[in-house]
């Protein structure tokens, strides 16, 4: 299966703890996204990047939350010091870059903070 | 800022039955796509349909069909011949044509099919 792989699925987390959740694109894509699903809310986007630069993070908290893409390796959504609030399931997508408007999503992380 | 509005937070059909999830946006742009996303209780997103806001014919995919109307900025989907397997939280979105774009969701509405 080619497709965007997030893991771990599932994560649970005391307060002040760190959570990293790691998203592995569609092989040839070099553009990932996070967004963040509350209960019975939509997707919000967070952070746009590509391969080693953050292009857009105008919906990522400016604290405690943090977003990477290195050259190898996958994605790292990064979230210190976590709080009840956070918990929620977070979903990477990718893109190949060439403007078809079509994100492939992961199957999303659901982080529960206790 | 692009806003996408899903008036229906639930609907109900029974199976083989056909029904339609609303949709409008905003927007000033002239030019792009609009999405249908399904997210079942697996919780993946799973691309449904898409339209070119270029393209004044309606897309179309098998039993899932849409209504664009630009002009009104409303884009509702179309159910027909309603299956168990369609219960799902169902999410309209839109990206416009800008290189660093997002997609904006709606809130979602959420199918039931019953037998």
Known sequence: NAGVMQNPRHLVRRRGQEARLRCSPVKGHSHVYWYRQLPEEGLKFMVYLQK??????????????SAEFPKEGPSILRIQQVVRGDSAAYFCASTSGQYTGELFFGEGSRLTVL | AQTVTQSQPEMSVQEAETVTLSCTYDTSESNYYLFWYKQPPSRQMILVIRQEAYKQQNATE??????????????????????LGDTAMYFCAFIPPSGYSTLTFGKGTMLLVSP
């Open chain 1, 52 to 65: 080693e630069n953050i292009i857009d993070e105008s919906g990522m908290p400016k604290e405690r939350f």
């Open chain 2, 62 to 83: 098998n039993r899932f069909s849409v209504n664009f109307q630009k002009a009104a900025k409303s884009f509702s989907l179309k159910i027909s011949d309603s299956q």
